[in-house]
């Protein structure tokens, strides 16, 4: 069992990444369903709570069917991550998370996300005056820092364990790759085999595959990994790895049809949580997601992007799944 302060979870637990645009209630809800033990929310502006953004307060929606969940939130700013902090205790969810790992430009030029990888006391400030303003577990998701020149991720670990978070979170690439490159799981071996850290440390970084999974399980000796861009799409992949890892067996991949039945659960979801305009525009960008690799697919994306209604995706999804049964791929 790995706990989080007063959340358990199994034993090599599987996360969800928060990922902006991707991890909303309906995606979760997925992602619980195949076997996510732990997820989080978009990450969220300080500054947007604080203002009562709409958009931001919206990112604070959770259901009792995802728990254990976490809400993410990112700033430069002591005072707005404390009264942020706050403001996430008022839904009541399991964790507050801390991103110090988001590489896009318009975050780090706020001095948040990533760009806090520059400036380790004020990184170690955030997290205390986070961690000081509430009750639940903190936790942080963070890079191995900067650049190849500049890698502190432990330090890091050492300081921020010290100012009271439950679990670190690390992506094991510099700010400066991205999301290119291979990521470099070595340095969260090392975090993890270092005697002074009693806290889970959860790899993140290039898992796509239960093989993938059970590799990096064994060679870095992390207590539980993250998957991101690997669940686009592909919320199976969950309990694909939790299979392997008690049978040896890759499980068949999701046939045509249950792939549709993810797609109208998805889509269904994203309407009942965001309205039925702005629920079916969102959703355009997931389709391609779900038939990445599927031959003949084009013809139904088109279909799909033009739909307008709950209605007109049914339709298209009762096409798609006849040219698919007539058609053997």
Not at 75 to 96: K, N, Q, Y
Not at 195 to 220: C, M, Q, R, T, W
Not at 281 to 308: D, W
Request: glycine share 6%; aromatic share 8%; hydrophobic share 40%.
């Amino acid at each position: 069992m790995v706990k989080i302060g007063n959340i358990e979870l199994p034993d090599f637990p599987l996360l969800l990444a928060p990922m902006e645009d991707v991890s909303d209630p309906p995606f979760r809800k997925l992602c619980k369903m195949h076997g996510a033990d732990l997820m989080y929310s978009e990450f969220i502006s300080s500054e947007g709570l604080i203002r009562d953004a709409i958009k931001s307060r919206k990112k604070l929606d959770i259901f009792d069917y995802e728990r254990p969940v976490g809400i993410q939130i990112f700033g430069g700013d002591e005072e707005a991550m404390a009264m942020s902090a706050r403001i996430v205790e008022t839904v009541e969810p399991d964790l507050v998370d801390i991103n110090f790992g988001c590489p896009v430009k318009k975050v780090v030029c706020k001095g948040a996300g990533a760009g806090v990888l520059k400036d380790i006391d004020l990184m170690v400030r955030l997290t205390k005056a986070v961690v000081s303003s509430t009750h639940l577990p903190v936790t942080v998701k963070t890079r191995l820092g900067w650049d190849n020149d500049s890698i502190n991720i432990d330090e890091v670990a050492e300081r921020l364990q010290d100012v009271g978070i439950k679990a670190l979170t690390i992506h094991a690439r510099t700010r400066a790759q991205m999301y290119k490159g291979e990521a470099d799981w070595e340095h969260i071996s090392r975090i993890k085999n270092n005697p002074n850290i009693e806290i889970p440390i959860f790899g993140n970084g290039d898992v796509d595959s239960p093989e993938k999974a059970l590799e990096y399980k064994n060679k870095y000796n992390c207590d539980g990994i993250m998957i991101g861009r690997g669940a686009i799409g592909y919320p199976w992949i969950f309990n694909e790895i939790k299979h392997f890892f008690e049978t040896g067996e890759i499980l068949p991949e999701p046939t045509i049809a249950e792939r549709l039945e993810a797609v109208k659960n998805h889509a269904l979801w994203s309407v009942e949580w965001k309205g039925e305009r702005p629920g079916i525009v969102e959703m355009r960008q997931h389709y391609s997601n779900y038939f990445r690799g599927i031959p003949h697919f084009k013809e139904f994306k088109t279909k799909f992007l033009q739909a307008l209604t709950l209605e007109q995706i049914d339709e298209v999804i009762e096409e798609t799944k006849h040219f698919y049964q007539e058609n053997v791929i």
